[in-house]
């Protein structure tokens, strides 16, 4: 499927997807209300679907993922605690340091294996005020993201998902998920969304990426959690007016592109599988779970690698001085896909 304005490959993100005919046919006939008061009909809807499918008792529509994960941790953490994460998670690395400055914590980070952290290494992270002599801050709230986008797009096993959820509780910590691509890692493992998710107090989804839509995320969690974030969001300047205009669109999405996410990963590993085979270019294809394909290239190469792709008219996006990345989605098919591996031979 192609429906929009560009005869470019572009596999920068999967946040470059445009509302396609139908998602804005959604939009245009929204019935929308005023949320900040309370009686959008479709916010309404679109945070009630989104907290049932992920099984819990209520959702907040919030602007970003970004947003979401700020409103989560100020909602369940005190100026002074920690957040345990991992150390390439999008929290610690892509969200302007929000958690130190909007909610005064500090970060224990974990490293990871492509991004999924292990049970106990998070145990070992998790530093208590009580007892240390005041020495430690307060380590009170465990952040998990699935699928882990540095780490690959990968996926965690549902057992670890679990085991580190208990080694929250057993530590008396929140725990959180970065679903911002939880339906990936749904479709990718074969698990429903609500069981990944099963232990965790919070979940914050995106629908601005793989599911296509425009704009927003939905924060879900047990009523008394979103009673908090939902004071935050006020505070945080994000209570918005007749925002059914977008939650139309992700009603949309939910209905309509979860399932074809599938799609997406199928046409990754054809990229990457077929990247990996040419001499110049290296990519992890145990990492290649989902939609994301990391690419490694010669020393200081990324830069110029993305130019000589851009002018076969294939967009990708700059890492690190090694490492590019391209992502597979809605708008990307199988002849893309073809372009893009004729770029990347002709770009050696
Ligand atoms: C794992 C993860 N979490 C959160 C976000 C933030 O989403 P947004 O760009 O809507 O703020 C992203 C964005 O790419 C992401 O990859």
Redesign the pocket.
């Known amino acids: 499927m192609r429906d929009y304005p560009s005869d470019r490959v572009d596999l920068r ?1 999967d ?1 470059v997807t445009q509302p396609t005919p139908a998602m804005r046919e959604a939009m245009a006939t929204a019935i929308v209300g005023d949320d900040v008061l309370g009686d959008d009909p479709t916010v309404i809807e679109l945070q009630n679907r989104m907290a049932e499918m992920l099984g819990k008792e209520k959702g907040l529509f919030v602007s ?4 979401c ?1 700020a409103t989560a941790i100020r909602a369940q953490t005190e100026p002074g605690d920690e957040i345990i994460t991992e150390g390439y998670s ?1 929290i610690y690395i ?2 302007g340091g929000g958690y130190a400055a909007l909610s005064g914590v500090s970060v224990a980070l974990v490293s990871g294996n492509m991004g999924i952290m292990e049970p106990a290494d998070v145990a070992k992270a998790i530093r208590k005020g009580d007892g240390s002599l005041g020495h430690y801050p307060n380590g009170s709230m465990v952040c998990v ?1 699935n699928t882990s ?1 540095r780490g690959g797009g990968t996926c965690y096993p549902l057992e670890t998902m679990d085991a580190i959820a208990a080694v929250a509780r057993e530590n008396s910590c929140r725990s959180h998920v ?1 679903g ?2 939880i339906f990936n890692a749904s479709v990718a493992t074969g698990q429903d969304a609500a069981r990944l998710a099963r232990d965790y107090d919070s979940v ?1 989804i ?1 629908l ?2 793989g599911l296509g839509a425009p704009v927003g ?1 939905v924060l879900v969690g047990s009523s008394e959690m979103i009673a908090r974030a939902y004071r935050w969001r006020k505070m945080f300047g994000g209570g918005m007016r007749q925002a059914g205009i977008i939650a139309a669109a992700g009603i949309y999405a939910l209905e309509n592109n979860i399932g074809r996410l599938a799609e997406d990963h199928t046409r990754a590993r054809r990229l990457a599988e077929a990247i990996d085979a040419m001499p110049s270019f290296t990519v992890d294809l145990e990492q290649v779970q989902t939609n994301m394909v990391y690419v490694a290239c010669e020393e200081d190469g990324a830069d110029d690698l993305v130019s000589r792709l851009s002018g076969h008219g294939v967009d990708t996006l700059t890492i690190d001085d090694t490492t590019i990345r391209a992502v597979a989605h809605l708008h990307i098919t199988d002849e893309d896909i073809d372009r893009a591996i004729s770029a990347f031979d002709a770009s050696q």
């Open positions: 993100s946040t970003s993922g970004t947003m994960n999008h892509y969200e993201e986008n970065d911002a691509r914050s995106c601005s990426k995320s």
